[in-house]
């Protein structure tokens, strides 16, 4: 092949010699790294003057600073008259954003931590206040809040405009809520309109907190740099795609996963595609319709406690608790008060759709990072009576303690592409218990149909 010049990044060198071994070329020269104070250095060992330009970096590891290396590398060789530069990610970073925050192991978090905005100062400590919002309510429930707020700013004996400053040995106990209403620290004796404010900031929680979305972040880093083309497989989200101004193969990883569930599981003719979640069940219902396998498919559902609706609505049709002339909270002793309040806002019910028992189940995921939802539904497999379960993953990120949470797990095998490095993982699950697809010949063969102008449509389907 000429004219053709193929760059490894720092974040999976093997991944590239494997590539260029399919190619029959070899790696060119670069140098890379690091300054004493972090930044990266990169030196190119070879001309680039209108030559095909391939860069190869998976977003993996230290994300940012390999995110980082790409760009320069990529602007490295545009800015020396390369034709045309390709981004090649086999794992595209930040392609994933949770809907909710996440706390630093992984677990998604419903509320805002309780030590947030509290300074002490000598003997003294200061609430900050905290801005949040709440689903809006009607005209007859806002006039009964306002009422019981009134009446417990009063008794509290505060002023509005001036933060209250409390001693340290005062009892405070803030509220993670959500909604726009001040926290007001409870006193010893907690009256009526006291405990219907605590229990209104409790249970009013319905929007999500908003997360920073870097999808067009990103795009507009990777062009600005100079790429001209990107080439990935399996985001996590497809739309992703719609961020880029410049063409992007999403490569498909579903014709290995096919191979594999053919060639090394010998019961697969008996066994059932199941998806860990709905987001997965599209992906997982294709392998399934490929194999002739039965589908099945784990529902969570995380549903408030407090009924929504108007207010004059009627439990079945999902209103409130009918409206009384008196104060809600009257109407509960102490001790439920306590326990409707310290009792989660939330209820999260797992279930499973299909019939598993006596089944060897094949879970289909496309990233695994906390594996916090694979290992779950692991277990509720073999809860439901399945003889076996292996675990089919494009990308195996395994941050944290997740490699540790798989070993514990009831996933008998594992199967993960070599996307991201699996030294790892194979070290520490031990060789029987991991396989490792390889993906770099439908990257090859990409790189070769690309650079010769021929479609790839054929990888998205079969791969010879």
Same mark, same amino acid.
């Given at each position: 092949?000429?004219?053709?010049?193929?760059?490894?990044?720092?974040?999976?060198?093997?991944?590239?010699?494997?590539?260029?071994?399919?190619?029959?070329?070899?790696?060119?020269?670069?140098?890379?790294?690091?300054?004493?104070?972090?930044?990266?250095?990169?030196?190119?060992?070879?001309?680039?003057?209108?030559?095909?330009?391939?860069?190869?970096?998976?977003?993996?590891?230290?994300?940012?600073?390999?995110?980082?290396?790409?760009?320069?590398?990529?602007?490295?060789?545009?800015?020396?008259?390369?034709?045309?530069?390709?981004?090649?990610?086999?794992?595209?970073?930040?392609?994933?954003?949770?809907?909710?925050?996440?706390?630093?192991?992984?677990?998604?978090?419903?509320?805002?931590?309780?030590?947030?905005?509290?300074?002490?100062?000598?003997?003294?400590?200061?609430?900050?206040?905290?801005?949040?919002?709440?689903?809006?309510?009607?005209?007859?429930?806002?006039?009964?809040?306002?009422?019981?707020?009134?009446?417990?700013?009063?008794?509290?004996?505060?002023?509005?405009?001036?933060?209250?400053?409390?001693?340290?040995?005062?009892?405070?106990?803030?509220?993670?809520?959500?909604?726009?209403?001040?926290?007001?620290?409870?006193?010893?004796?907690?009256?009526?309109?006291?405990?219907?404010?605590?229990?209104?900031?409790?249970?009013?929680?319905?929007?999500?907190?908003?997360?920073?979305?870097?999808?067009?972040?990103?795009?507009?880093?990777?062009?600005?740099?100079?790429?001209?083309?990107?080439?990935?497989?399996? /985001?996590?989200? @497809?739309?992703?795609?719609?961020?880029? !101004?410049? %063409?992007?193969?999403? $490569?498909?990883? +579903? &014709? #290995? *996963?096919?191979?594999?569930?053919?060639?090394?599981?010998?019961?697969?003719?008996?066994?059932?595609?199941?998806?860990?979640?709905?987001?997965?069940?599209?992906?997982?219902?294709?392998?399934?319709?490929?194999?002739?396998?039965?589908?099945?498919?784990?529902?969570?559902?995380?549903?408030?406690?407090? /009924?929504?609706? @108007?207010?004059?609505?009627?439990?079945? !049709?999902? %209103?409130?608790?009918? $409206?009384?002339? +008196? &104060? #809600? *909270?009257?109407?509960?002793?102490?001790?439920?008060?306590?326990?409707?309040?310290?009792?989660?806002?939330?209820?999260?019910?797992?279930?499973?759709?299909?019939?598993?028992?006596?089944?060897?189940?094949?879970?289909?995921?496309?990233?695994?990072?906390?594996?916090?939802?694979?290992?779950?539904?692991?277990?509720?497999?073999?809860?439901?009576?399945?003889?076996?379960?292996?675990?089919?993953?494009?990308?195996?990120?395994?941050?944290?303690?997740?490699?540790?949470?798989?070993?514990?797990?009831?996933?008998?095998?594992?199967?993960?592409?070599?996307?991201?490095?699996?030294?790892?993982?194979?070290?520490?699950?031990?060789?029987?218990?991991?396989?490792?697809?390889?993906?770099?010949?439908?990257?090859?063969?990409?790189?070769?149909?690309?650079?010769?102008?021929?479609?790839?449509?054929?990888?998205?389907?079969?791969?010879?």
């Amino acid at each position: 092949m000429n004219n053709i010049i193929i760059f490894a990044g720092s974040s999976h060198p093997t991944l590239v010699e494997k590539i260029c071994e399919n190619l029959s070329i070899k790696p060119s020269q670069v140098k890379l790294g690091k300054f004493s104070n972090g930044e990266t250095s990169i030196d190119i060992g070879e001309s680039v003057r209108e030559k095909d330009v391939y860069v190869i970096q998976s977003g993996c590891g230290h994300v940012n600073d390999n995110f980082m290396e790409l760009l320069i590398l990529i602007n490295a060789c545009k800015t020396s008259s390369a034709n045309r530069v390709t981004a090649v990610m086999p794992y595209f970073c930040y392609s994933r954003q949770p809907d909710i925050p996440y706390t630093a192991k992984g677990a998604p978090i419903i509320s805002k931590p309780k030590h947030s905005a509290v300074k002490e100062s000598g003997n003294t400590t200061e609430i900050g206040s905290v801005l949040t919002t709440h689903k809006p309510v009607s005209q007859r429930s806002r006039k009964s809040i306002d009422v019981a707020i009134e009446n417990t700013l009063s008794s509290l004996s505060l002023d509005r405009s001036t933060p209250r400053i409390l001693k340290s040995e005062d009892n405070i106990q803030r509220s993670s809520s959500n909604s726009r209403i001040p926290v007001i620290p409870e006193r010893d004796g907690t009256s009526s309109s006291e405990a219907a404010g605590a229990l209104f900031n409790t249970n009013n929680s319905g929007y999500k907190l908003w997360v920073a979305q870097a999808g067009t972040l990103i795009a507009n880093l990777l062009t600005t740099a100079g790429a001209d083309h990107v080439i990935t497989m399996d /985001l996590h989200d @497809p739309q992703f795609q719609g961020f880029f !101004s410049i %063409g992007v193969d999403n $490569l498909y990883c +579903k &014709p #290995l *996963i096919q191979a594999y569930i053919q060639h090394r599981i010998p019961e697969y003719k008996d066994a059932v595609i199941v998806s860990p979640d709905s987001g997965g069940a599209k992906r997982s219902s294709k392998v399934a319709d490929a194999l002739g396998l039965p589908f099945a498919l784990i529902h969570k559902e995380r549903r408030s406690q407090i /009924l929504k609706g @108007p207010p004059d609505a009627t439990l079945a !049709s999902g %209103g409130g608790v009918p $409206l009384s002339p +008196k &104060p #809600l *909270i009257s109407n509960l002793s102490g001790s439920e008060l306590k326990h409707s309040m310290s009792a989660s806002k939330f209820v999260q019910t797992t279930m499973l759709v299909g019939d598993v028992r006596n089944k060897v189940c094949i879970l289909l995921d496309d990233l695994v990072d906390t594996s916090y939802t694979i290992t779950r539904a692991a277990r509720l497999l073999k809860d439901q009576g399945a003889t076996k379960v292996y675990a089919v993953v494009t990308h195996g990120v395994f941050s944290g303690d997740a490699l540790n949470r798989v070993a514990q797990s009831a996933i008998d095998k594992i199967a993960v592409t070599n996307t991201v490095p699996q030294d790892e993982t194979i070290a520490f699950l031990g060789k029987n218990r991991v396989d490792v697809i390889d993906v770099s010949r439908v990257f090859g063969e990409a790189i070769r149909r690309i650079h010769n102008g021929e479609s790839i449509s054929m990888l998205f389907e079969y791969v010879t």
